[in-house]
T-cell receptor, first 116, second 113 residues
Framework: AQSVAQPEDQVNVAEGNPLTVKCTYS??????LFWYVQYPNRGLQFLLK????DNLVKGSYGFEAEFNKSQTSFHLKKPSALVSDSALYFC??????????????WGLGTSLAVNP | EAEVAQSPRYKITEKSQAVAFWCDPI?????LYWYRQILGQGPELLVQ????????DSQLPKDRFSAERLKGVDSTLKIQPAELGDSAMYLC???????????FGPGTRLTVL
């Protein structure tokens, strides 16, 4: 069965330190992988995606993510965290082998708190 | 920058009443999605349109929820009658196609009393 796991409900990091938000997935075929961010009382915003090619993907606001096929992971990273990065982060995956039913499978979200 | 528009932003209603939400996707986006999000949880897909056709409504409670996208552009999601458990954020998103990244509107926060 297709699934996405975000093993940490909450991540706390000090401003200026590197941050990592973890995501692992399980699909039967090749994945499309996405990260979205949700600021308080706001809709979701697209951050970045992996489809094919370079395993390191760069996205908005200085975020990047590394696709690791052997570990079936797609961790979100940023070299230096900002207080304004505090938000809820969602990982999502689409199974390219799912035919016409290309529904996005969402993780449960990780709350990131960046402390001044 | 093009955005997905939703209205109203907030809706308070009493149970058993009817409510309707409207969504205008980014121009040219063929795929439109309605999601329900409970506070602190991930979004749950209610219905997905490709142009004017429904391609996935497996999680839509069809006894009370309905959705339409008559001309393949804007869309309406209706709940009749509303129940207490329907209180949530209702998000609309659109994408160029089903495999592309989705762009979300600001959402409608529904409170059912």
């Amino acid at each position: 069965a297709q699934s996405v796991a975000q093993p940490e409900d909450q991540v706390n990091v000090a401003e200026g330190n590197p941050l990592t938000v973890k995501c692992t997935y399980s699909v039967s075929g090749n994945p499309y992988l996405f990260w979205y961010v949700q600021y308080p009382n706001r809709g979701l915003q697209f951050l970045l995606k992996y489809i094919t090619g370079d395993n390191l993907v760069k996205g908005s606001y200085g975020f990047e993510a590394e696709f690791n096929k052997s570990q079936t992971s797609f961790h979100l990273k940023k070299p230096s965290a900002l207080v304004s990065d505090s938000a809820l982060y969602f990982c999502a995956v689409r199974d390219l082998n799912a035919g016409n039913n290309r529904k996005l499978i969402w993780g449960l979200g990780t709350s990131l708190a960046v402390n001044p | 920058e093009a955005e997905v528009a939703q209205s109203p932003r907030y809706k308070i209603t009493e149970k058993s009443q009817a409510v309707a939400f409207w969504c205008d996707p980014i121009s040219g986006h063929a795929t439109l999605y309605w999601y329900r999000q409970i506070l602190g949880q991930g979004p749950e897909l209610l219905v997905q349109f490709q142009d004017e056709s429904v391609v996935d409504d497996s999680q839509l409670p069809k006894d009370r929820f309905s959705a339409e996208r008559l001309k393949g552009v804007d869309s309406t999601l209706k709940i009749q009658p509303a129940e207490l458990g329907d209180s949530a954020m209702y998000l609309c998103a659109s994408s160029l196609g089903a495999g592309n990244e989705q762009f979300f509107g600001p959402g409608t926060r529904l409170t059912v009393l």
